[in-house]
């Protein structure tokens, strides 16, 4: 029998997360290796985030965002979009079918000139991040102070 066929739930996913991670080092790799990106400033802490991001939404691990994988990336991120709006998207991003869009495509768009609307919300909410929200409760203010 074959290792995999051996493993069961959480085992056999953590192994297909370790393949699916391995592939994807080997696509930032080529990116790294390319000419062409070499002049992008901090380039492989880049390629580890839009790896991860990547990896939390390729939901078959297939090595494709299919339209319900990108509805969930959508959703989550606070953007949701309708059937059509999603299938644009692709159209946009992918190279291929049309149906889905790899690794390779999701790197061209997110470090290409290009500027792709998938590409924006994900900058988006990298910004939203970055703002530290304030926690706790407001800080007392005086009658005198309140409008």
Not at 39 to 50: I, N, R, T, V
Not at 90 to 98: A, L, N, R, Y
Request: charged share 35%.
């Amino acid at each position: 029998m074959s290792q995999s066929r051996d493993l069961q739930g959480g085992k056999a996913f953590g192994l297909l997360k370790a393949q699916q991670e391995e592939r994807l080092n080997e696509i930032n790799q080529q990116f790294l290796d390319d000419p062409k990106y070499s002049s992008d400033e901090d380039l492989p802490s880049k390629l580890e985030a839009f790896k991860k991001k990547y990896m939390e939404f390729d939901l078959n691990e297939d090595g494709g965002i299919d339209i319900m994988s990108l509805k969930r990336m959508m959703e989550k991120l606070g953007v949701p979009k309708t059937h059509l709006e999603l299938k644009k998207l692709i159209m946009e991003v992918s190279s291929g079918s049309g149906e889905t869009f790899s690794y390779s495509d999701f790197l061209k768009m997110m470090l290409g000139k290009r500027s792709a609307i998938l590409k924006m919300i994900l900058m988006y909410e990298e910004k939203a991040k970055e703002q530290e929200k304030p926690t706790g409760l407001p800080a007392k203010k005086a009658i005198s102070e309140l409008p």
